[in-house]
């Protein structure tokens, strides 16, 4: 390992962005005086009669959610982005804006309120897996639609409003911003080299094995070189698919063992539930080839040294680029650790 890399002040590369991070590996010894958030651990009910996400409970719009069993979807009823907006565009000197429309949708993970993936086994992801997979194929079908985004809002303190575990689906006519950036960049490494920007990325960690967590037949959970967050990291699948409907085989129960190793990673780290914001970037659905994508799940994590302190993204980050303290191959350590 490289121990310049550990010991001074430098910058990494985000092979996917073609953005900078500064790593500050000395100041993480310095003593915290910041702020500390409230750790919440209760323990809550398997099924809370206020819950509008809860099986058989009635949501705000007044509709009654089934009494279902596994993962359950459904239109958000607050959805951020409209279907039936009106189509337009403005252009007035310096001024431009464009209207977009879109689908939103929620899934819920489990019946059981009291959960979240740490919580579930890989056989119960994976049925997770199986409702990202209809949704993804649906949503790609229509015209409207060219970018499907899954995410998870994990914690109050990533601004959860519901503790009921859940994620979202938000679809959308044009690529998002970091999308967009991850889709140019693999393409023109694609261009150059005719093989796969984090294929080949993945290969080169494989080899060094300085920032490997785990891996399985089908997938590298990872902390990426270029990681932001303290305790960020990425799942990748070890052959290029530039979606997730080209898992084959066990590749789906794979996938979720994946998640289900690092969120209970996650959550032994500091003995708390975990808070962090996840989501899957794979290729568009614009009808085009997209050979060059190759897609991945990834995990950003607020937690910088306990349960209780947060890493904020402020100052020089807001002005200047992304910093961290912790290494990424620190933060490895850590987590591999209590696998």
């Known amino acids: 390992m490289n121990t310049d890399l550990q010991d001074f002040s430098h910058k990494r590369y985000n092979i996917l962005t073609g953005e900078w991070v500064l790593v500050s590996p000395h100041r ?33 719009n007044g509709e009654i959610n089934p009494k279902y069993q596994d993962a359950f979807v459904f239109t958000n009823d607050f959805a951020a982005l409209q279907t039936d907006s009106k189509k337009f565009e403005v252009e007035d000197g310096l001024l431009k804006a464009q209207s977009e429309q879109g689908i939103c949708k929620v899934i819920c993970f489990s019946p059981d309120h009291s959960k979240s ?113 303290p305790f960020e990291t990425m799942i990748v699948p070890k052959k290029q698919q530039k979606d997730i409907l080209e898992l084959t085989g066990n590749e789906t129960l794979l996938f979720g063992e994946a998640i289900s190793v690092i969120t209970k990673a996650y959550d032994k780290l500091f003995n708390t539930s975990f808070p962090y914001s996840s989501g899957i970037h794979q290729a568009p659905t614009n009808g085009e080839d997209n050979a060059h994508w190759h897609w991945h799940m990834s995990f950003y994590p607020p937690l910088l040294r306990s349960a209780s302190v947060k890493k904020f993204m402020v100052g020089y980050e807001m002005f200047g680029s992304p910093q961290r303290d912790i290494t990424a191959e620190s933060a490895v350590k850590m987590l591999r650790d209590l696998l």
Request: glycine share 4%; net charge negative.
């Open 117 to 229: 993936l740490a919580d579930m086994d890989a056989k119960d992801i994976e049925k997770v897996v199986f409702a990202w997979q209809r949704e993804f194929k649906e949503l790609a079908e229509n015209d409207l639609i060219n970018y499907v985004q899954i995410f998870e809002n994990k914690g109050a303190v990533m601004g959860c409003s519901n503790p009921h575990p859940h994620g979202q689906i938000w679809s959308q006519t044009t690529l998002p911003n970091e999308v967009d950036k991850k889709n140019t960049h693999q393409l023109n490494y694609f261009n150059k080299t005719k093989s796969s920007l984090l294929g080949d990325y993945l290969a080169q960690e494989l080899e060094k094995q300085e920032r490997i967590i785990f891996e399985n037949d089908a997938f590298v959970v990872l902390i990426p070189f270029w990681a932001v967050w």
């Open 28 to 60: 993480a010894k310095r003593p915290w005086q910041g702020q500390n958030e409230t750790v919440n651990n209760e323990v809550r009910p398997s099924h809370d009669p206020s819950c509008y996400l809860c099986a058989g409970n009635t949501r705000i």
